[in-house]
Antibody, heavy 121, light 109 residues
Framework: QVQLQESGPGLVKPSETLSLTCAVSGYSINSAYYWGWIRQPPGKVLEWIGSMYHSGSTYYNPSLKSRVTISVDTSKNQFSLKVSSVTAADTAVYYC??????????????WGQGTLVTVSS | EIVLTQSPGTLSLSPGERATLSCRASQSVSSNYLAWYQQKPGQAPRLLIYGASSRATGVPDRFSGSGSGTDFTLTISRLEPEDFAVYYCQQYGGSLEVTFGPGTRVDIK
């Protein structure tokens, strides 16, 4: 059973960098799947952030690309998200996901429970 | 950017009834790369349908997807109590362009 668990600070100050980690259990991240991040601002629409392969190949939402980095640590079977220069608009529940096989960006069939990150001074 | 519009915003139905949810795209979705998700309060979304009409693993056959181009439909043939939730569509047909619709809430009448 694949399980994903997000972790990281729940409060980040404006202009700083948001950092989250997704620990994967029940499946090796060194597999034929892409892994990704999606966020959902309170009461708003889901937003795709990006996805990555264990080889390091990444795809990012063009609207966020300049501020986002997704990386992988295969030794710990986890991957990470960094969003720089955050503002209140980055306040959201952040989900890590596994994408359906053969998709580098697209539908996700496994999701973490989500973690709320609030940007505030 | 492909903008997705979902209708109705809220659908009030009784258990056992049929639910028909619409997702319309501002331009044609390439290869019918359209997915549907179900989300309950406090939970992550759950993938129901991908490729417009393929059911994800473990999804009951009362859920079906159809459509092509710019118009897509999610149908729940007979609503079960656990089906009352918010449903989102997602398109992933554009080059590095993945967008979600605003959602349709299915409420108990």
């Amino acid at each position: 059973q694949v399980q994903l668990q997000e972790s990281g600070p729940g409060l980040v100050k404006p202009s700083e960098t948001l950092s989250l980690t997704c620990a994967v259990s029940g499946y090796s991240i060194n597999s034929a799947y892409y892994w990704g991040w999606i966020r959902q601002p309170p009461g708003k629409v889901l937003e795709w952030i990006g996805s990555m392969y264990h080889s390091g190949s990444t795809y990012y939402n063009p609207s966020l690309k300049s501020r986002v980095t997704i990386s992988v640590d295969t030794s710990k079977n986890q991957f990470s998200l960094k969003v720089s220069s955050v503002t209140a608009a980055d306040t959201a529940v952040y989900y890590c996901t596994r994408l359906l096989r053969e998709y580098s960006y697209g539908p996700s069939d496994y999701w973490g429970q989500g973690t709320l990150v609030t940007v505030s001074s | 950017e492909i903008v997705l519009t979902q209708s109705p915003g809220t659908l009030s139905l009784s258990p056992g009834e049929r639910a028909t949810l619409s997702c319309r795209a501002s331009q044609s979705v390439s290869s019918n790369y359209l997915a549907w998700y179900q989300q309950k309060p406090g939970q992550a979304p759950r993938l129901l349908i991908y490729g417009a009409s393929s059911r994800a693993t473990g999804v009951p056959d009362r859920f079906s997807g159809s459509g092509s181009g710019t118009d897509f439909t999610l149908t729940i043939s007979r609503l079960e109590p656990e089906d009352f939730a918010v449903y989102y569509c997602q398109q992933y047909g554009g080059s590095l362009e993945v967008t979600f619709g605003p959602g349709t809430r299915v409420d108990i009448k």
